[in-house]
């Protein structure tokens, strides 16, 4: 299994994932993935590679982040604004080291931490890998979610 930056001959198949993990159309994953490609700033597409194939991503942010939220946070923190696996590769500890690969990115961009988003049905998940839940918040779809955060040493 290998984590890394998405390139843009990831595309087809990138498309295909999130078509696949999380319900959306091809517009919609062609435009997400075109901000991230086109992106100067601290924000970065990875994706999960197990023998050339494209399993899971995660998006990561570390500035610009979220209007709903408190300046503290999107000036200290990396935002995980997405992350996925296929369904029969999740509970095999590989989300683990997805957030494992976004610390790697906290500290380079020298930030305190990590914060994301998450329905309740997945604050356990987070809360083994070291995130612990701080509230509530509205996020730019109008959803209430929790917003889980992680400090990083």
Not at 47 to 67: A, R, T, Y
Not at 71 to 84: G, H, R, S
Not at 94 to 109: F, P
């Amino acid at each position: 299994m290998k984590i890394r930056e998405i390139k843009k001959e990831d595309r087809q198949k990138w498309i295909k994932l999130v078509q696949l993990t999380d319900n959306r159309n091809k517009e919609w994953a062609e435009q997400k993935l075109d901000s991230y490609l086109d992106s100067k700033k601290k924000k970065r597409l990875l994706i999960v590679e197990e023998n050339g194939k494209l399993i899971g991503f995660v998006g990561i942010k570390g500035e610009d982040v979220e209007e709903n939220v408190s300046e503290i946070l999107n000036k200290e923190y990396v935002l995980i604004t997405w992350i996925a696996l296929i369904p029969k590769y999740r509970k095999k500890g590989l989300g683990s080291q997805i957030l494992k690969e976004c610390e790697k990115y906290a500290r380079k961009w020298e930030k305190k931490g990590i914060w994301l988003g998450c329905k309740e049905k997945v604050i356990h998940f987070y809360e083994k890998n070291g995130y612990h839940k701080e509230g509530t918040f509205i996020n730019d779809d109008g959803r209430e979610e929790y917003l889980m955060l992680r400090e990083i040493g």
